[in-house]
């Protein structure tokens, strides 16, 4: 999910395979991807907690929007102090 950055990240083809795996990639998400991802995380199928890779205070968002083109940043989460 999300755009990827430079860094190129190893797939275990083989085992993809073995296991019947499909993957699919898109540009622009269509309606059935929505439907899709979101009946996975209802059955805990996947987790969002490893895709969450900066948290800031909404105050500091300056940081994210700086930093967003480095790669790093897989999502961030604006967050309030209450």
Known sequence: MGMPGERSIPVPWKKAVFKNIDLKFSYSSSASSWNMV?????RC????KPLI???ERFEDYLNIL??????DIIKAILHHDY
Do not use: F, V, Y
């Open 66 to 71: 700086e930093n967003k083109n480095e790669g």
């Open 53 to 55: 890779t900066h948290k």
């Open 45 to 48: 199928i996947i987790s969002t």
């Open 38 to 42: 979101s009946s996975m995380l209802e």
